[in-house]
């Protein structure tokens, strides 16, 4: 069956960087493409973007351009996602989430990891 | 970008009652889009895409309807199961993918 297994809880400070990986087993991982959605405390859904993990080739929300670069493994089926300049509102859980081929919609979930950023 | 507003915010419906749940796009979205239900502590499941096709393993009470910029989410008779937060997307016009704020249902 298809799983995502995401790297664990982080906790930051302002201004620095996180890195979260995704971990896929079940399908073939270059077959799908792989988004990141984040979710503040209490808050609804916010997607950032998306990895297509076969060329590497990525779309970004522009809110998110020029902090977020999103790569991939496949070596390993693992997708990566980085966030520099980190701000305090940057606090929420940060899922992957494969599409269903074809069609931009979430058939599957990693578990969230919590990213705290915190003086 | 395409805004993507839920309503109402809360729902409060007894068990076995018929619950409506709405979503408004600020510009046409065809009929690519999707409800995802999220349950406390737990990632978003997929249930309905299409505007109106059932995800797998999804139960028939669970319907969607709508096309271009009003759509609903019905649950014809609520289990106890499906107390949570309902959230709709549209993937017509991206980027970015956007989502609804969610229709929290709760027992009444």
């Known amino acids: 069956q298809v799983q995502l297994v995401q790297s664990g809880a982080e906790v930051k400070k302002p201004g620095a960087s996180v890195k979260v990986s995704c971990k896929a087993s079940g399908y073939t991982f270059t077959g799908y493409y792989m988004h990141w959605v984040r979710q503040a405390p209490g808050q609804g859904l916010e997607w950032m973007g998306r990895?297509?993990?076969?060329?590497?080739?990525?779309n970004y929300a522009q809110k998110f351009q020029g902090r977020v670069t999103m790569t991939r493994d496949t070596s390993i089926s693992t997708a990566y996602m980085e966030l520099s300049r980190l701000r305090s509102d940057d606090t929420a859980v940060y899922y992957c989430a494969r599409d269903s081929a074809g069609i931009v919609v979430v058939t599957a979930w990693g578990q969230g990891t919590l990213v705290t950023v915190s003086s | 970008e395409i805004v993507m507003t839920q309503s109402p915010a809360t729902l409060s419906v007894s068990p076995g009652e018929r619950a409506t749940l709405s979503c408004r796009a600020s510009?046409?979205?065809?009929?690519?889009l999707a409800w995802y239900q999220q349950k406390p502590g737990q990632a978003p499941r997929l249930l309905i895409y299409?505007?109106?096709t059932r995800a797998t393993g999804i139960p028939a009470r669970f319907s969607g309807s709508g096309s271009g910029t009003e759509f609903t989410l019905t649950i014809s008779s609520l289990q106890s199961e499906d107390f949570a937060v309902y959230y709709c997307?549209?993937?017509?016009?991206?980027?970015?993918?956007?989502f609804g704020g969610g229709t929290k249902v709760e027992i009444k």
């Open positions: 997307q549209q993937y017509n016009n991206w980027p970015p993918v956007t």
């Open positions: 299409g505007a109106s």
């Open positions: 510009q046409s979205v065809s009929s690519n």
């Open positions: 990895i297509n993990p076969n060329s590497g080739g990525t």
